[in-house]
């Protein structure tokens, strides 16, 4: 047998390779896809849509629990991660102010903002009369925080009842030379020599007219000018500063620095000037007398200047063109606290018809270190000897004793003070008239009187009218404007009318920019459906009246409140208000949160030992 030879013996053993091995492609690339006629021949299909949509359900439910624990005021990270985080990021405490001042007004505009889920004031348990308003709590932000009104609305969604914005003075002006802020946080405390920087009355009221404007254009009424009267005038029932039931915007004012202080008719301009401008979008004016940083201002706190001053600007706020005037404050320092110069300031407040003090600011003094908190620092103890006002806890013992001085003295009008008395003006008098034919009209045996239609203050129920339903043909205007004006071309001096007498059906309309106001109203109400429009002037029939100048004075207290036992405790010593400034820098947008749940179970700890205590 003939032999093979072994060179082709290993050829034949030799498997032949396709050419996709060849060139490393796996053997299952080339094997062609089966079409199925149906879906339901692919057992594996529903299957992976059952884990998709188990995958995509479980990222909604997380981003979801982020979103609300995030937005929500009462998350620790707000004051254990935000806070630390803003200051190792800005060294410089203005920037990280203005950081967080803009991350707000942003997540506010994307709807992402901090606020109360827990709405815990609707139980009314911390419900107190302020101006002969309910407010749903006692607590207050202080000026600083918001100088320009960028971010009104987002701190009213984090639980106070008043925020203060500013300080605004009539021109803009920057203020003093940086670094002007300086972190004590050791003691949680702080230095600020702002020295009262601001964009001008002009640029604020610009700002507050566009916010008016939105909430007016929500509610249908429109975003033009007589839209934004109507809500100012308080056809949409509520407050036309805050715009929220139960609060109230407050804004602080001052003067330029560089109008000199002994020019009292100067500055008395100036304050008017930013009350002409602020005036219809403020609940409150606040006269800031008292900040340490702008030269010669405290030097106003002295009775004869602040008199007149404060006269000047309680004149221009009842000159507001508005159904209802701002409330006027005072803001004085803790510094003058002899018993001599608060007896002349509030001499001056009783004078001048003022509606309030707020009691405190920062101090020029440098207060020992508290002895619960870690010594002062090094690089603290050299900031103590920076120029500019102190605040934090530890002005909390000298505001609560300033409080009850104060109380004292504007608790009864002085005897040689005469009260200034408030008429009705003749946008309310209509009201009331067209409320109590509504009321005649009705056909109900439960219509209340018109008296009733008058908010109840003890109980800050608003009594609703009963209004028979009225055909589109048979509907009638729902305020008439008046068409003769005895005055418009008197025959004689007896056709003049006098302030001093007035008709039994109210008082007679005086002047031509009533009768505007008037016009306004009915043709904001024109723009609504009937039922609006007898919703709209339910509002206008409930308005809440400042209290006689004779009455006791408010009184806000800021500096040093931390928590909500000291909240409590100033509150029982004669404010009205509790105010915060310092410990929402250092706390976070949960602050006010935690304050109110800390005043809650202080007074019911209160509660519990009283009743104890009557048990024995």
Same mark, same amino acid.
């Given at each position: 047998?003939?032999?093979?030879?072994?060179?082709?013996?290993?050829?034949?053993?030799?498997?032949?390779?396709?050419?996709?091995?060849?060139?490393?492609?796996?053997?299952?690339?080339?094997?062609?896809?089966?079409?199925?006629?149906?879906?339901?021949?692919?057992?594996?299909?529903?299957?992976?849509?059952?884990?998709?949509?188990?995958?995509?359900?479980?990222?909604?439910?997380?981003?979801?629990?982020?979103?609300?624990?995030?937005?929500?005021? #009462?998350?620790?990270?707000?004051?254990?991660?935000?806070?630390?985080?803003?200051?190792?990021?800005?060294?410089?405490?203005?920037?990280?102010?203005?950081?967080?001042?803009?991350?707000?007004?942003?997540?506010?505009?994307?709807?992402?903002?901090?606020?109360?889920?827990?709405?815990?004031?609707?139980?009314?348990?911390?419900?107190?009369?302020?101006?002969?308003?309910?407010?749903?709590?006692?607590?207050?932000?202080?000026?600083?925080?918001?100088?320009?009104?960028?971010?009104?609305?987002?701190?009213?969604?984090?639980?106070?009842?008043?925020?203060?914005?500013?300080?605004?003075?009539?021109?803009?002006?920057?203020?003093?030379?940086?670094?002007?802020?300086? #972190?004590?946080?050791?003691?949680?405390?702080?230095?600020?020599?702002?020295?009262?920087?601001?964009?001008?009355?002009?640029?604020?009221?610009?700002?507050?007219?566009?916010?008016?404007?939105?909430?007016?254009?929500?509610?249908?009424?429109?975003?033009?000018?007589?839209?934004?009267?109507?809500?100012?005038?308080?056809?949409?029932?509520?407050?036309?500063?805050?715009?929220?039931?139960?609060?109230?915007?407050?804004?602080?004012?001052?003067?330029?620095? =560089?109008?000199?202080?002994?020019?009292?008719?100067?500055?008395?301009?100036?304050?008017?000037?930013?009350?002409?401008?602020?005036?219809?979008?403020?609940?409150?004016?606040?006269?800031?007398?008292?900040?340490?940083?702008?030269?010669?201002?405290?030097?106003?706190?002295?009775?004869?200047?602040?008199?007149?001053?404060?006269?000047?600007?309680?004149?221009?706020?009842?000159?507001?063109?508005?159904?209802?005037?701002?409330?006027?404050?005072?803001?004085?320092?803790?510094?003058?606290?002899?018993?001599?110069?608060?007896?002349?300031?509030?001499?001056?407040?009783?004078?001048?018809?003022?509606?309030?003090?707020?009691?405190?600011?920062?101090?020029?003094?440098?207060?020992?270190?508290?002895?619960?908190?870690?010594?002062?620092?090094?690089?603290?103890?050299?900031?103590?000897?920076?120029?500019?006002?102190?605040?934090?806890?530890?002005?909390?013992?000298?505001?609560?004793?300033?409080?009850?001085?104060?109380?004292?003295?504007?608790?009864?009008?002085?005897?040689?003070?005469?009260?200034?008395?408030?008429?009705?003006?003749? =946008?309310?008098?209509?009201?009331?008239?067209?409320?109590?034919?509504?009321?005649?009209?009705?056909?109900?045996?439960?219509?209340?009187?018109?008296?009733? =239609?008058?908010?109840?203050?003890?109980?800050?129920?608003?009594?609703?009218?009963?209004?028979?339903?009225?055909?589109?043909?048979?509907?009638?205007?729902?305020?008439?404007?008046?068409?003769?004006?005895?005055?418009?071309?008197?025959?004689?001096?007896?056709?003049?009318?006098?302030?001093?007498?007035?008709?039994?059906?109210?008082?007679?309309?005086?002047?031509?920019?009533?009768?505007?106001?008037?016009?306004?109203?009915?043709?904001?109400?024109?723009?609504?459906?009937?039922?609006?429009?007898?919703?709209?002037?339910?509002?206008?029939?409930?308005?809440?009246?400042?209290?006689?100048?004779?009455?006791?004075?408010?009184?806000?207290?800021?500096?040093?409140?931390?928590?909500?036992?000291?909240?409590?405790?100033?509150?029982?010593?004669?404010?009205?208000?509790?105010?915060?400034?310092?410990?929402?820098?250092?706390?976070?947008?949960?602050?006010?949160?935690?304050?109110?749940?800390?005043? #809650?179970?202080?007074?019911?700890?209160?509660?519990?030992?009283?009743?104890?205590?009557?048990?024995?």
């Amino acid at each position: 047998m003939k032999q093979i030879p072994s060179r082709l013996l290993w050829r034949a053993a030799r498997p032949r390779l396709q050419p996709s091995l060849l060139l490393g492609r796996p053997p299952f690339a080339s094997i062609t896809a089966r079409r199925y006629a149906s879906t339901t021949d692919r057992p594996s299909t529903w299957g992976s849509r059952i884990i998709n949509v188990c995958y995509g359900a479980t990222l909604a439910l997380g981003l979801g629990i982020v979103y609300l624990y995030v937005t929500d005021t #009462r998350a620790s990270a707000h004051r254990y991660i935000v806070i630390p985080a803003l200051r190792f990021i800005y060294k410089d405490p203005e920037e990280a102010h203005h950081a967080g001042n803009q991350a707000l007004e942003t997540l506010w505009d994307l709807g992402l903002y901090p606020r109360e889920r827990a709405d815990l004031d609707q139980k009314g348990d911390l419900e107190v009369e302020v101006f002969g308003r309910i407010l749903k709590n006692p607590v207050a932000t202080s000026a600083g925080i918001d100088k320009h009104a960028d971010i009104p609305d987002a701190l009213f969604a984090i639980g106070p009842a008043i925020v203060e914005i500013g300080g605004t003075t009539p021109l803009p002006q920057a203020g003093n030379p940086k670094p002007r802020v300086f #972190r004590l946080p050791s003691q949680e405390a702080m230095i600020n020599r702002y020295g009262l920087n601001s964009e001008g009355a002009d640029h604020v009221a610009s700002r507050l007219r566009t916010r008016v404007r939105k909430f007016a254009y929500s509610l249908g009424l429109g975003s033009d000018e007589v839209a934004e009267k109507a809500v100012l005038d308080g056809i949409a029932g509520v407050p036309p500063g805050s715009l929220v039931p139960g609060k109230m915007l407050a804004i602080n004012i001052a003067k330029n620095k =560089v109008t000199p202080e002994d020019d009292v008719e100067a500055v008395t301009k100036d304050y008017v000037y930013c009350v002409e401008k602020l005036g219809p979008y403020a609940d409150i004016l606040v006269v800031n007398v008292s900040s340490p940083n702008t030269p010669g201002l405290r030097s106003l706190q002295q009775a004869d200047k602040l008199q007149t001053i404060l006269s000047g600007v309680v004149k221009a706020a009842h000159a507001v063109d508005r159904r209802t005037r701002p409330a006027v404050m005072v803001k004085v320092s803790p510094d003058e606290d002899s018993e001599a110069q608060i007896a002349g300031i509030c001499d001056a407040v009783w004078a001048a018809g003022v509606d309030g003090v707020i009691v405190g600011n920062t101090t020029n003094r440098r207060p020992q270190a508290l002895p619960h908190l870690p010594e002062w620092s090094p690089l603290e103890k050299q900031h103590l000897l920076e120029t500019g006002g102190f605040s934090g806890p530890h002005l909390f013992d000298r505001t609560v004793a300033l409080v009850k001085k104060y109380k004292k003295l504007l608790a009864e009008q002085p005897a040689q003070v005469t009260p200034v008395e408030r008429q009705k003006g003749a =946008v309310e008098a209509e009201t009331e008239k067209i409320k109590a034919e509504l009321a005649a009209s009705s056909e109900s045996p439960s219509t209340p009187e018109p008296d009733a =239609v008058t908010t109840s203050i003890d109980t800050g129920v608003i009594p609703v009218v009963p209004v028979p339903e009225i055909s589109s043909s048979e509907q009638q205007p729902l305020i008439e404007l008046p068409q003769e004006r005895l005055y418009d071309n008197p025959q004689s001096e007896e056709d003049t009318p006098d302030s001093s007498s007035q008709s039994d059906e109210g008082p007679a309309i005086e002047s031509p920019e009533e009768t505007a106001q008037l016009e306004g109203i009915k043709e904001a109400l024109d723009r609504l459906p009937p039922k609006a429009q007898r919703d709209a002037m339910d509002q206008l029939g409930t308005e809440i009246h400042l209290p006689p100048s004779d009455s006791p004075k408010v009184i806000f207290a800021t500096g040093g409140i931390t928590n909500g036992k000291q909240a409590l405790e100033v509150l029982n010593a004669g404010a009205n208000v509790a105010m915060v400034y310092t410990a929402l820098v250092y706390g976070g947008v949960g602050t006010i949160t935690r304050m109110k749940d800390e005043m #809650r179970a202080e007074m019911t700890r209160q509660a519990e030992e009283r009743r104890s205590e009557v048990q024995k």
